[in-house]
């Protein structure tokens, strides 16, 4: 069965009912002194307090959960630089079955020891997106295991939305969301949940300028491939995925860039004012909101902090 | 009114009701990983996201709400090292009167940063107790301002005691509780107060080797004011007052020494495992119970982790 296409709001109500028993609500931190230098009122939706570090996991319990009858059998398989990894292996644990992950070479070190504490099976491969998808695909093949796509698959992009759900729960009167924007599953999830309960709510995606695929990719109104990743960002560097670049396009995401430098000065505001550990992908929203100035003046911004696996020895400042 | 003694369980309950309109209900976090190395369940209090930075805020927000009458009009003034300063002129703010603090030389920059974002007027002295208990008492002279002493202060402890009623109440199955020692002011509040709810329930404290005194004046039984502290933690340099060493005494806290070297290690942990940002002094915790593996194995451990305001220039790894 094809997964490769977006999800409907009732499957993101489902999901959420699916992971509560392993994944953890995280929690909303706010900052006096954020609010100030952003002239807005900003709420911070915690998910490097996510199970693994990372919203992944709530994409990835979703999809292993998804799982019926004799499919779940021989595992879950996928490819991934980090969280998704790490995520996909959690949730498997939680079900018992074997995960296999597809690492590219170069990838965090700190990512890849939580993936294999996390108990999956390493596969390394070289690090582009076809190499990748060929290692998968070569796996799926060899093992049977069902394939689980970081971004472009509606269970993952399910789970990724109720980020949205859980966020509007605790703040109802948000009246602007951002995301970061890689692969876009996160940005699609969270567009499809937020819509569904809020119409019209205005909805903002964070991106490196280093792999601005999607804004272009926006800006042109077909997918941009060319387009070679060259950001800190570890995070952010998959290509916008097809279904997930549809939901930016439907739900009007307006996706802003920002260089890495604005994202470091941003990523020390984060872990000095909020006292939390977030990884430098993360930090692209603040940096974001705090270069857009009127755009958000005055509003009630509600920021997705996606993760806090960092290197603790090779801190970007 | 002196107030160098200690607050009984009904003004801790009544300092959770002043404070409440103006601190934060911290939340209480739980690692896999941890649990797994202490092999205990533990329970992080995270005062890191308390206002300020640091639990002092409670005692020093309850100590201003105090104050009656006249009283309040000319201020209040501290001699502090750091968070208790920051912690004494934001509750200051939120009832708009003056706040002095006397600052040592040489304590640590980015919270003397802090003290002043938060609107003290900065009064510097040399780095020992008598100059800093001096100078305060010539603030006191010159302004008229009520002294808030850091840690030997009945509203102080009574303060800090909300800790224990509000992580109780997160965690109901605790059976044992641990904090760090410096001068004592969260250890005898909490003390009281976790003993007012539950009589019996198992107290420790972790503090530094290289500033034993509170072990060494228990092990005496008498205050032991010779030691010259020697401790990266800078928050917990001061010697135990009198009052807190009483209480300690009195509710029998086991308080257990840990070396520098032990708690950068536990602080390490806790960055990488809860995603925090904490400071080397809350680590001493972590760095108790797990150098103490069968006293605490199995157990319910609450922790409390004092707060997070540190350099991220000059990380002790």
Chains 1, 2 share one sequence.
């Not at 296409?5 to 909303?28: C, K, N």
């Not at 300028?209 to 995070?235: F, H, I, K, N």
């Amino acid at each position: 069965m094809s997964h490769d296409h977006l999800p409907d709001f009732d499957q993101i109500r489902a999901a959420a009912a699916r992971i509560a028993p392993h994944a953890t609500v995280t929690p909303v931190l706010r900052s006096a002194a954020l609010d100030a230098l952003a002239g807005a009122e900003l709420h911070f939706k915690c998910e490097n307090f996510q199970r693994g570090g990372a919203f992944k996991f709530r994409g990835a319990c979703n999809a292993v959960w998804s799982l019926v009858g004799d499919e779940a059998r021989a595992g879950v398989v996928t490819h991934s630089s980090g969280n998704h990894g790490t995520a996909l292996a959690l949730a498997a644990a939680t079900r018992g079955i074997p995960a296999h992950v597809v690492v590219p070479e170069g990838a965090v070190q700190a990512k890849l020891a939580l993936i294999e504490r996390a108990g999956a099976v390493l596969h390394r491969c070289a690090p582009n997106q076809s190499a990748r998808e060929a290692s998968a695909a070569e796996v799926q093949q060899a093992t049977g295991a069902q394939l689980v796509h970081p971004y472009a698959d509606d269970r993952v992009m399910a789970g990724q939305g109720t980020i949205a759900l859980e966020l509007l729960a605790q703040v109802p009167a948000l009246d602007a969301l951002i995301t970061p924007v890689g692969g876009g599953g996160l940005a699609s999830g969270v567009a499809i949940a937020a819509h569904g309960l809020r119409p019209g709510l205005p909805l903002f995606g964070a991106e490196p300028a280093g792999a601005d695929d999607a804004a272009r990719s926006l800006a042109v109104g077909e997918r941009v491939q060319s387009v070679v990743p060259d950001t800190l960002c570890d995070g952010l560097r998959a290509l916008i995925g097809q279904p997930n670049l549809a939901a930016l396009r439907e739900h009007a995401i307006d996706v802003i860039t920002v260089s890495d430098e604005e994202t470091i000065a941003a990523m020390r505001l984060l872990w000095r004012e909020l006292r939390i550990v977030v990884e430098v992908s993360s930090a692209t929203v603040l940096a974001a909101v705090l270069k857009s100035g009127e755009r958000f003046a005055g509003r009630h911004v509600g920021l997705v902090l996606t993760g806090g696996n960092v290197d603790l020895d090779a801190l970007p400042w």
